[in-house]
T-cell receptor, first 113, second 113 residues
Framework: KAGVTQTPRYLIKTRGQQVTLSCSPISGHRSVSWYQQTPGQGLQFLFEYFSETQRNKGNFPGRFSGRQFSNSRSEMNVSTLELGDSALYLC????????????FGNGTRLTVT | EDKVVQSPLSLVVHEGDTVTLNCSYEVTNFRSLLWYKQEKKAPTFLFMLTSSGIEKKSGRLSSILDKKELFSILNITATQTGDSAVYLCAVGIYGGATNKLIFGTGTLLAVQP
């Protein structure tokens, strides 16, 4: 099976712009979660989508949003970018059963200048 | 507040050494504890632990969970330079609408030839 695929791999944006990141889960996985990884805060949970519905949301401002499509692919959007949004954004998919681990993609490295 | 604490923060060893990485946690709705290895990109899944006292093994790596004392250890025997990475501990919280991982800050392991 192909792994979790994230595009693009790298992005450079300026403050105030918006950005959309894409994630294709492992075939058969219907849960997609997004995490932000920074040197200072480590990996932090953004949100989870399952069956096209947001099921959980982490402690991030409303500028961070997402959606999931009927084929389980997911997008994450960040509006009005700030310098502090520079991070590695990781997508993970799972079968969403109690004992199914999350499998991560290679991430999108976002740099805001 | 849910938290996961890993120790040590970093570790330098020589090839052939045995290392033990620690992870303690305080969370509500604990479901599982997971270990991931992160080199340059995606965290790769190593182990998922749900029951106390049952060791999981994969080659030179092994891990065990103590749900009474709320900690886990990851052992790596006969270390190799390819084991150099950040090792992440995460606690899975799963129940009802909630399905997410709380990550520790990781242990940076450097294995010298």
């Amino acid at each position: 099976k192909a792994g979790v695929t994230q595009t693009p791999r790298y992005l450079i944006k300026t403050r105030g712009q918006q950005v959309t990141l894409s994630c294709s889960p492992i075939s058969g996985h219907r849960s997609v979660s997004w995490y932000q990884q920074t040197p200072g805060q480590g990996l932090q949970f953004l949100f989870e989508y399952f069956s096209e519905t947001q099921r959980n949301k982490g402690n991030f401002p409303g500028r961070f949003s997402g959606r999931q499509f009927s084929n389980s692919r997911s997008e994450m959007n960040v509006s009005t970018l700030e310098l502090g949004d520079s991070a590695l954004y990781l997508c993970a998919s799972s079968e969403r059963t109690a004992n199914s681990p999350l499998h991560f993609g290679n991430g999108t490295r976002l740099t805001v200048t | 507040e849910d938290k996961v604490v890993q120790s040590p923060l970093s570790l330098v060893v020589h090839e052939g050494d045995t290392v033990t990485l620690n992870c303690s946690y305080e969370v509500t709705n604990f479901r599982s504890l997971l270990w991931y290895k992160q080199e340059k990109k995606a965290p790769t899944f190593l182990f998922m632990l749900t029951s106390s006292g049952i060791e999981k093994k994969s080659g030179r790596l092994s891990s065990i969970l103590d749900k009474k004392e709320l900690f886990s250890i990851l052992n790596i025997t006969a270390t190799q330079t390819g084991d150099s990475a950040v090792y992440l501990c995460a606690v899975g919280i799963y129940g009802g609408a909630t399905n997410k991982l709380i990550f520790g800050t990781g242990t940076l392991l450097a294995v010298q030839p």
